[in-house]
T-cell receptor
Framework: DSGVTQTPKHLITATGQRVTLRCSPR?????VYWYQQSLDQGLQFLIQ???????AKGNILERFSAQQFPDLHSELNLSSLELGDSALYFCASSPRGAASDTQYFGPGTRLTVL | GESVGLHLPTLSVQEGDNSIINCAYS??????FIWYKQESGKGPQFIIDIRSNMDKRQGQRVTVLLNKTVKHLSLQIAATQPGDSAVYFC????????????FGSGTQLTVLP
């Protein structure tokens, strides 16, 4: 158990819908990262937050957004969902968000778009 | 573009043997590398890391070797056990303002009885 929690574990929805994925980092970690894992793209970095502020952006679609709250939990919002958005979404956390920080991953949310 | 890649997509080893999983990286600016293990239906689990100022680091039954000259990373697992069966990813961080990890495609390790 990494100490990172994610809810829900599974999510099934329809195209065009909007969903919110939630992540709670390890106790004491200030930085949260979101990754998408699909069969054809592997693990792809989406976005990073540090202490409530956006720190880095990766291959995140404009239909996707995220935020980190004062209690340091983070939410990833996916809207206008398409079939291709079906994937595993992982959250990771690290103490300082520094390049040399180890990132610890949560168990993931499996999103299925029908 | 630059990316982290793995030489072999699958690796089968006999229980008790040593396993070696390889990874090639192309970004010479990378200064931090991590190996993760991912079991089916679970998130990536940290195994071991190494910084670019080192060429070897040992953990419990695992050793990571870094060869910066040829941009090669390897994970050695001693006395491989059935519980080691999983997908193994190497990841690199180029440091600076880029704090995200770039992952390789993964190697499926299967431990045979």
């Amino acid at each position: 158990d990494s100490g990172v929690t994610q809810t829900p574990k599974h999510l099934i929805t329809a195209t065009g819908q909007r969903v919110t994925l939630r992540c709670s980092p390890r106790s004491g970690d200030l930085s949260v990262y979101w990754y998408q894992q699909s069969l054809d793209q592997g693990l792809q970095f989406l976005i990073q937050y540090y202490n409530g502020e956006e720190r880095a952006k990766g291959n995140i679609l404009e239909r996707f957004s995220a935020q980190q709250f004062p209690d340091l939990h983070s939410e990833l919002n996916l809207s206008s969902l398409e079939l291709g958005d079906s994937a595993l979404y992982f959250c990771a956390s690290s103490p300082r968000g520094a390049a040399s920080d180890t990132q610890y991953f949560g168990p993931g949310t499996r999103l299925t778009v029908l | 573009g630059e990316s982290v890649g793995l030489h072999l997509p699958t690796l089968s080893v006999q229980e008790g043997d040593n396993s070696i999983i390889n990874c090639a990286y192309s970004n010479s600016a990378s200064d931090y590398f991590i190996w993760y293990k991912q079991e089916s239906g679970k998130g990536p689990q940290f195994i071991i890391d190494i910084r670019s100022n080192m060429d070897k680091r040992q953990g419990q039954r695992v050793t990571v070797l870094l060869n910066k000259t040829v941009k090669h990373l390897s994970l050695q697992i001693a006395a491989t056990q059935p519980g080691d069966s999983a997908v193994y990813f190497c990841a690199e961080n180029t440091g600076g303002s880029a704090r995200q990890l770039t992952f390789g495609s993964g190697t499926q390790l299967t431990v045979l009885p």
